[in-house]
């Protein structure tokens, strides 16, 4: 399986900035997935970060206020812009092997203030 | 109605007990079906993946899954305190749906 890193582990931020995590794979893969896991509720898809193109992004996220970047196959960045309390979880980026199964990064936990 | 449901625990078992761990979905479409375990401040860690209906094993964990009745389960067979863990059910092939997890607590 992929080995996913992710920068940073952990933040602690100011309502009204902007955060960059960073998705880092040892291998390189065609499909990358960004999900937030909030607390007590289930993990949520926020968008595919599909490589050369815009991000697609499910039904309650956009693209303003969680721009994502994937300029090659092994990297991939989310940004949470204009954050507020409610902007606090766990982001996890995922990978999709050659198998069909999906791997998932340690995440990044997020504290807005 | 959210598309799986999963009881959030915790769940407490002595060590060695055989572990049931459920989850119920809505969407008759859904295919391929899967189990995580996530410790805490980890990721989720991929255990089982199976398509259709049907049971799948390795080693002390079994994945059932039960289209007719959209049931998903899990079973761990003498259970160990490390599997104390939150355990995820999902679906999906690309964009996964999952339920809240379980939480489950082994004691020595």
């Known amino acids: 399986s992929a080995v996913i890193s992710q920068k940073p582990s952990r933040d602690i931020c100011q309502r009204g900035t902007s955060l960059t995590i960073q998705c880092q794979v040892d291998?390189?893969?065609?499909?990358m997935f960004w999900y937030r896991q909030q607390p007590g509720q289930s993990l949520t898809l926020i968008a595919t970060a599909n490589q050369g193109s815009e991000a697609t992004y499910e039904s309650g996220f956009v693209i303003d206020k969680f721009p994502i970047s994937r300029p090659n196959l092994t990297f991939s960045t989310l940004t949470v812009s204009n954050m507020s309390p409610e902007d606090s979880s766990i982001y996890l980026c995922?990978?999709?092997?050659?198998?069909?199964?999906?791997?998932f990064g340690p995440g990044t936990r997020l504290t807005v203030l | 109605q959210k598309e799986v449901e999963q009881d959030p625990g915790p769940l407490s078992v002595p060590e060695g007990a055989i572990v049931s761990l459920n989850c119920t979905y809505s969407?008759?479409?859904?295919?391929?079906f899967m189990w995580y375990r996530q410790y805490s401040r980890k990721g989720p860690e991929l255990l089982m993946y199976t398509y259709s209906s049907g049971n799948k094993e390795d080693g002390r964990f079994t994945a059932q899954v039960d289209k007719s009745s959209k049931y998903i389960s899990l079973f761990i067979r003498d259970s160990q305190p490390s599997d104390s863990a939150t355990y995820l059910c999902g679906e999906g092939f690309q964009k996964l749906v999952f339920g809240t997890g379980t939480r489950l607590l082994v004691s020595p």
């Open positions: 995922s990978v999709l092997d050659r198998g069909g199964e999906q791997f």
């Open positions: 969407n008759s479409a859904f295919q391929y």
């Open positions: 291998s390189q893969v065609t499909m």
